[in-house]
């Protein structure tokens, strides 16, 4: 027993029976009789026909009647001679046939069903789905001679299996001889008969791809047809993604076509080629093969019929090939050496400029991209010739390409001739036809457009080419100040104008001008031999730099002739001869930059330069300089601020090119001193100047370092009027010498206190007395002003992580003076006396990370101020208006006591 089984959802029908005899004839209906079952399909499962015997299960099969006895219906199922009226019903059929079988005939049946009906969206519920059923046969009825075949003998059934595929398409359909030459099927075009035509199918799977070729011919009407073609079809929810993945198609493959055709044989007029590929805008009459004779890829689809409702392969019988017997045109490039737009015969061809040809249509327009492209070669040994062939009757354009052709500098060589030129003694033929722009180089020309005749050749479409000559340089900038271009920084934004001379007089207006590109470089080209000169305007604010230093032509500025205020300035006269390129025309500038500005009366000694404080005209100031890494300071200009307190020095040196740097010495009034330096946040408002004078210079700003082409307009000096000052400096000693190194950085924030002894007995440190306390600004700077003549010392806490530098390793204003080690990370500087008015500012103090250098005990022995400093609870400490703010005699035991006191036993307001 074989079981019947499918994996379709849904029953084919039956349509019909047909039995044929060994000559396929249908034989008679007088002998064959066919039984049709309707019972449910359950009734044929394996289980339900495993209780019956062969016999009732299939009595036309497995018992013998007599010749003309209908079987009757059996225990199993039920029989009938007559069909249903709905065959779809029908779930078994039985066909017995009484015509007599000579040895060697056999008899035929074909059912013929109807495959499930599925919409488009559904093809995948059934594609590649299975039927499995069974047939047998068997004799059944005596023979001639009266024997019978035992039950024995008789044969078992064979499983019979068929698979559910997609629908299949076609693709033809016509080849042509296109009579007119306008790519389309007209009347009068005739068919091109046994033309050899291929087929080549690409099979694409995610493994990759397979590709075979079906070969025919056209028959007498010129038409050809590939059938039974796989179609493609996209599963559902998948319409909308790559159209390109064969996992998102029916069966996981993509089948894609090709048509190729043969060219037909050569006639007596010449050899056939592909006419014009998609004239028109029926698909149904034009040609589709392009010059290889190949057609576009062709997919085939699965269509629903309208009228049917039925899945169908796509037919797509609109694939054509037309064929005509071509044209063709060239001809010539050449150098027109006398520039006369006429070929003479000693001017030579010039070969490998590119050469397209574009068709043009019936409105004038020339098509975007080009029917053909060559170059420019040798013909029976004359250079420059072209040619195309293959061509169709109709409008074309010649396009000459000559952005190839450059000199072995790169450079372009060649412009056009005038066109149009033949005439009378020189005929079209030997003018040029190059004459209608297409870049706005000039370097792309085309001719007019060109109407070709069926079979015509054409070779009178010509390009003449003239020598010219071009003249560039290089703009610079010259940020190491030597004159020459040895940096190879280019100074983009340099306008260049070109000037032609004529008998040693330049032109007033100039012939071109540009702007030099991001390469620094210009380059002005199509320029005829002759003498000429080049203007350079530099940006804004850059000086022109002098002409011919280092003796090298390539690398020096060749402007001489330079504007008073150094921002432009022409070349020499340049002679330029034919066919030549001049290169190095170059001129260099740069930026200076300067350092200024301002001196005034700091009248509330704050160090910052408040509304209503005056200028102070007539300082003397010094500009120094030092170079190389030197340590010798060098004079470079003198000046004194004006009526309203600035002074500049100009044209200075600057930037990571030069090693160079500078201070400003300020010579102050007598009576006068510097005021504190670096007060506030505003570099502008400040004061820059250090609390030390310098012998026949006076009071140094620090090193300054600008820019190239800075402006640095913020080195200002404050000047006080003061009875007496203290100060000045720590800083963090990152060598760790003890000296105030220019490396070196102050620190902000450090307390500072000065401590008077009014006895005079510096000794006992019970006699000294705060006076003053305060904070390092942002640059490490500390001062106290107003001070009377008398001994003093000053304080500094310097807490951890930090301590001292070794102290008194130099100069007084350099070296460190916390020396002396107290309580709360204390450090006192040793006692000095200050004279009436003195200015002292050499109290420094130098700072470590970790250990430092070499600390002493406090003089005089006993409790220091700082140790009350540390010891005073809830004292609030503030920085105090120093002595100004109190009569000296209260300082002095018996002459008169403070206001008040605090807890601590210190004066406070």
């Known amino acids: 027993m074989t079981n019947r089984a499918t994996n379709l959802e849904r029953r084919p029908a039956l349509n019909s029976v047909t039995v044929l005899s060994s000559d396929g004839q249908p034989i008679a209906s007088a002998f064959v009789r066919i039984y049709y079952c309707t019972d449910d399909t359950s009734a044929w499962t394996a289980e339900s026909r495993s209780q019956y015997t062969a016999e009732e299960e299939l009595p036309m099969i497995y018992t013998t009647g007599r010749n003309g006895d209908p079987w009757t219906s059996s225990s199993a199922h039920t029989w009938s001679a007559m069909p249903p009226a709905d065959l779809s019903t029908v779930t078994a059929i039985g066909v017995e046939v009484t015509q007599p079988l000579e040895n060697g005939d056999y008899i035929e049946v074909q059912v013929n069903m109807t495959a499930p009906q599925y919409a488009t969206d ?63 099927q007209d009347a009068e075009d005739l068919p091109v008969v046994g033309l050899g035509v291929r087929l080549i199918t690409t099979r694409i799977t995610a493994n990759g791809t397979q590709t075979t070729t079906t070969e025919t011919t056209t028959d007498f009407s010129g038409y050809y047809l590939f059938d039974d073609l796989d179609c493609n079809i996209m599963l559902s929810g998948k319409e909308d993604g790559d159209p390109d993945d064969p996992n998102h198609y029916v069966g996981g493959v993509i089948y894609q076509y090709q048509v190729e055709f043969d060219m037909p044989p050569a006639g007596n007029d010449g050899v056939y080629v592909p006419t014009r590929q998609y004239e028109g805008g029926d698909t149904a009459v034009d040609s589709n093969i392009d010059r290889n004779g190949r057609s576009e890829i062709l997919r085939l689809g699965v269509v629903s019929n309208p009228d049917t409702s039925r899945l169908e392969g796509q037919r797509d019988m609109t694939i054509d090939a037309g064929f005509v017997i071509p044209a063709a045109l060239g001809d010539y490039v050449w150098i027109d050496l006398n520039r006369d737009g006429i070929q003479d015969p000693d001017e030579p061809g010039v070969n490998g400029a590119r050469v ?37 009757k109709g409008r074309y354009v010649v396009e000459f390409d000559i952005t190839s052709l450059r000199n072995d500098l790169g450079l372009y060589q060649y412009g056009f001739t005038t066109a149009n030129q033949g005439a009378g003694d020189h005929p079209e033929t030997a003018d040029s036809d190059a004459k209608n722009a297409v870049d706005g180089n000039d370097r792309i020309m085309r001719t007019d457009v060109i109407t070709l005749d069926y079979q015509q050749t054409d070779l009178t479409w010509d390009a003449g080419l003239v020598y010219y000559s071009a003249l560039g340089g290089y703009a610079y900038d010259d ?34 001008t540009a702007v030099v590109d991001e390469n620094g470089e210009y380059l002005f080209e199509y320029l005829l031999e002759g003498e000429y000169q080049v203007l350079f305007e530099y940006p804004e604010g850059y000086q022109a730099v002098l002409p011919n230093i280092g003796g090298d032509d390539a690398l020096d500025s060749d402007v001489f002739e330079i504007a008073p205020d150094l921002n432009s300035g022409y070349t020499q006269t340049i002679r330029l001869p034919a066919n030549s390129i001049s290169l190095h025309n170059d001129g260099g500038a740069r930026l200076y930059g300067a350092i200024g500005d301002y001196v005034w009366l700091d009248a509330n000694k704050n160090g910052i330069q408040d509304a209503g404080e005056k200028p102070v005209q007539n300082v003397t100031v010094y500009l120094q300089m030092r170079e190389g890494g030197s340590s010798i300071w060098k004079k470079v200009d003198t000046t004194t601020t004006n009526e309203k307190g600035y002074y500049v020095f100009e044209s200075l040196k600057g930037g990571p090119d030069v090693d160079c740097q ?48 800075q402006r640095d307009m913020t080195i200002d000096a404050g000047i006080v009027i003061t009875s007496g000052s203290v100060g000045d400096y720590v800083w963090l000693d990152t060598n760790r010498n003890g000296i105030q190194d220019e490396e070196d950085t102050g620190l902000e924030g450090i307390r500072v206190v000065l401590e008077y002894s009014p006895s005079g007995d510096v000794s006992d440190d019970t006699q000294w007395i705060l006076v003053g306390e305060t904070t390092t600004n942002e640059k490490g700077y500390y001062r106290f002003d ?69 600390t002493a005990a406090a003089p005089g022995g006993g409790v220091s101020t700082g140790d009350r400093f540390a010891e005073a609870a809830g004292c609030s400490w503030l920085v105090y208006p120093l002595l100004e703010q109190w009569p000296l005699a209260s300082l002095y035991p018996g002459k008169g006591e403070p206001e008040n006191t605090n807890d601590c036993g210190f004066f406070s307001r």
């Open 479 to 512: 940020r190491n100040y030597n004159d020459v271009q040895d940096l190879g920084i280019p100074l983009t934004g340099t306008k260049m104008s070109l000037y032609r001379v004529i008998d040693n007089v330049r032109e007033e207006q100039p012939i071109a």
């Open 662 to 709: 500078y201070r400003v010495c300020f010579d102050l009034p007598g009576g006068s001193v510097a005021t504190v330096p670096y007060a506030g946040s505003d570099r502008a408002a400040d004061s820059n100047i250090q609390g030390f004078y310098l012998d026949g210079w006076g009071y140094p700003s620090d090193v300054i370092s600008i820019g190239y082409g």
């Open 122 to 184: 559904e093809i995948e519920d059934y594609y590649g789905k299975y039927i499995s059923n069974s047939a047998m046969c068997s004799v059944v009825r005596n023979s001639n001679t009266g024997d019978t075949i035992a039950l024995s003998d008789r044969p078992e059934n064979q499983e019979v299996k068929c698979v559910l595929d997609l629908p299949k398409g076609a693709i033809g359909d016509y080849a042509f001889y296109d009579q007119n030459q306008n790519g389309i």
């Open 356 to 392: 397209r040809l574009y068709t043009v249509d019936d409105s004038g327009k020339v098509s975007d991209a080009p029917l053909a492209e060559t170059v420019t070669a040798a013909k029976e040994g004359k250079d420059g010739y072209y040619f195309f062939d293959n061509l169709t």
């Open 786 to 854: 107003e001070l009377f003549e008398g001994y003093y010392r000053v304080k500094f806490q310097i807490l951890k992580p930090y301590t001292i530098t070794l102290v008194n390793q130099g100069d007084a204003a350099l070296d460190s003076d916390g020396r002396y080690q107290l309580e709360g990370g204390w450090y006192a500087g040793r006692p000095f006396y200050l004279n009436e008015g003195g200015f002292d500012m050499t109290w420094d103090c130098g700072v470590v990370l970790g250990s430092g250098g070499t």
